[in-house]
């Protein structure tokens, strides 16, 4: 593994904010991750990218209270960062020298594979999946597309675009009411409608495609949420289980980040040994089939009166606040959080040295 010279220590670079819907989200995650980290092991190095999508290099954290813990500020730099092509990270001409590079950045511009390639042009390890896994999980239609092909259960949908009007008939033909209306490329449930009627479904789509170029139309299942936490490269492992019992109509983005009594969390899941080791089978296949790395949070419905399991999304940089799933069910698994960061940042080191080994010429 290598180290940067400053006094033994792995430099780990926290790429944080962003331009996405999930800036807040990613500060909050952020402060976490910049509290957990080791420091008699880790140095870090705070960069800061604000909703325009500038990245400051941050002289010191600024951690501010926020619902169910802290957040870290993004501050104007009077030096903007830079990636260059095996330079790596640059402030005003100057390399900043980085071991390793720690994206916690949800949703677009950061968890789509855009962010990634960047860091794979300038030669630089960083945790989490490469820019394939990225970019076809936070596609959702292109992830059932391919769980489908794969022979994993998965609610039926359509996707619309703009012109959709034509695309209603079709909708109302396959499913019934309710139906749940999402971006296909948002997180954090931002821009997701449950609806009852023609006129909200309209309503919903609309409102859907200001967030992304495609919507999708799935029917509500009348099922328990149940989440897994899956960790690793080529072999990876899955968690116990969690399941989330929300108080709104559905796992909302107020439910989720900022209603306190939003959401009750239960960790372990209750689940028969059988279900529960289904959804950790059916989590690491899903996993290594969009091609993921490093770390995913894989969520499922449990319909109630079948038991029937069906994959619903993959998250591959899961929220990592205090209260977030992912941390909390790999800590019920007996994995710290600090031990977690730790083990993320070897697979981090392990994926790269594996892809420096390659030949790209003859």
Request: with cysteine.
């Amino acid at each position: 593994m290598p180290y940067s010279s400053t006094m033994g220590l792995i430099t780990v670079c926290i790429l944080f904010g962003g331009r996405s819907g999930e800036h807040e989200v990613s500060c909050r995650s952020a402060a976490s991750v910049a509290r957990n980290l080791d420091p008699e092991r880790y140095r870090q190095v705070l960069i800061g990218i604000d909703e325009e999508g500038k990245w400051h290099l941050q002289q010191d954290a600024r951690f501010q209270t926020a619902p169910y813990g802290e957040r870290l500020s993004v501050l104007p730099a009077a030096e903007n960062v830079s990636l260059e092509p095996a330079v790596g990270l640059v402030a005003a001409s100057r390399p900043i020298p980085v071991d390793v590079v720690f994206p916690v950045l949800h949703g677009t511009f950061g968890e789509d594979g855009t962010v990634q390639g960047l860091l794979e042009i300038a030669n630089l390890p960083y945790v989490g999946a490469g820019v394939l896994g990225s970019s076809l999980a936070m596609d959702k239609q292109k992830t059932k597309e391919i769980w489908k092909q794969s022979g994993f259960p998965v609610v039926d949908f359509v996707t619309v675009r703009d012109g959709y009007v034509r695309s209603i008939g079709i909708i109302l033909e396959r499913f019934g009411f309710p139906l749940f209306v999402k971006p296909v490329t948002a997180g954090s449930s931002i821009g997701i409608t449950k609806v009852h009627t023609k006129e909200q479904l309209r309503t919903a789509i609309a409102e859907a495609l200001c967030f992304d170029t495609k919507a999708m139309v799935e029917p509500a299942v009348d099922a328990r949420e149940i989440e897994c936490a899956v960790l690793g490269n080529e072999t990876a492992e899955a968690f116990e289980p969690g399941e989330i019992l929300p108080s709104h109509e559905f796992y909302s983005y107020e439910a989720k980040y900022v209603d306190p009594e939003g959401a009750e969390l239960k960790l372990p899941a209750e689940l028969p040994d059988n279900l529960s080791e289904e959804i950790r089978r059916l989590a690491v296949a899903a996993f290594q089939a969009v091609e993921c790395s490093g770390m995913a949070r894989v969520d499922f419905f449990l319909e109630k009166k079948t038991n029937r399991i069906l994959l619903n999304e993959i998250n591959t940089i899961p929220g990592f606040t205090n209260i977030s799933m992912y941390p909390k069910m790999c800590e019920a698994s007996g994995l710290t959080y600090p031990r977690l960061l730790d083990r993320l940042i070897e697979l981090a080191f392990e994926r790269h040295g594996r892809r420096g080994a390659l030949r790209y010429n003859l």
